[in-house]
């Protein structure tokens, strides 16, 4: 899904990243640079037999990822064998700050332990489905108690943990929590949380510490929901007039 990691590599350039590159399949390389921005670099990497990332794909990132600051993982990334694999060994390896979301979230649950044997710092930013599969929880017991289980499982596995919905709530391992108030429920609609992603990673980049990447990126992110809203109305809000908006509420 092309369109998740385009709206995430244009939230981190408009949140200050001074340079992005996206990496796809070497197959769908071509298709992303003619939808995506000519502001922002694409990278192809291995492709496995069902389209999405293969293992060797690792192989390559890895001898490059000292070139980057913060990297996302997850934003229409699919979710085949090999792109699960791959997103795990990433999730361990990888020593840079690290956003992981949707997809990645789908490759993480079950195996939630390896975030203890992570080798930098990770921000998780599961919507309550999402959660659901992290935690083994249902989703109205997730929504029920959001702060605890947050917090809860930020501390078990070592990791910051965003769990969106009405009144995000952001957590560390330490204890702190920020609970957001900006936002609208015109920001439920496909790709709001890929450019949550992209803020998200973007802070990262400029040398903010995970749990506040987390916090003032849901922060702003809800403003910029907010602003778009006034001028486009909440039931016709898209995630391209979110992004559009961030650089007037920065």
């Known amino acids: 899904m092309l369109g998740a990691a385009a709206l995430s590599s244009l939230a981190a350039l408009r949140s200050g990243a ?34 999405g990332f293969s293992l060797k794909a690792y192989d390559q990132l890895k001898k490059i990822w000292d070139q980057f600051d913060a990297i996302a993982i997850g934003p229409g990334i699919g979710r085949d064998p090999g792109t699960q694999q791959f997103v795990r060994k990433v999730i361990i390896d990888c020593p840079k700050p690290l956003v992981i979301d ?5 490759a993480l649950a079950g195996h939630c332990e390896i975030l203890l044997k992570a080798k930098g710092g ?12 992290l935690a083994n929880k249902p989703i109205n017991k997730i ?47 496909a790709g709001s949380g890929d450019v949550l992603t992209g803020m998200i990673t973007a802070f990262l980049g400029q040398g903010m510490g995970p749990f506040d990447a987390a916090k003032y990126g849901a922060y702003y992110h809800g403003k910029a929901g907010d ?4 001028k486009k109305s909440k039931i016709s809000m898209i995630a391209s007039d979110i992004i559009e908006q961030i650089p007037y509420v920065f």
């Open 122 to 133: 990770r921000v998780l930013t599961p919507h309550p489905g999402e959660m659901s599969r």
């Open 143 to 189: 929504e029920n108690d959001r702060l605890k289980i947050t917090c809860d499982f930020a501390r078990t596995y070592n990791c910051v943990l965003l769990l969106k919905g009405y009144r995000t709530v952001v957590a560390c391992p330490q204890g702190k929590t920020y609970i957001n108030r900006t936002g609208n429920v015109g920001m439920a609609t």
């Open 227 to 230: 602003q778009a809203a006034k």
């Open 18 to 51: 001074g340079l992005v590159t996206a990496a796809v399949p070497h197959a769908l390389n071509l298709t992303l640079q003619k939808k995506i921005s000519n502001c922002v670099m694409t990278m192809p990497l291995a492709q496995g037999k069902a389209g």
């Open 102 to 106: 949707a997809d990645a979230l789908f």
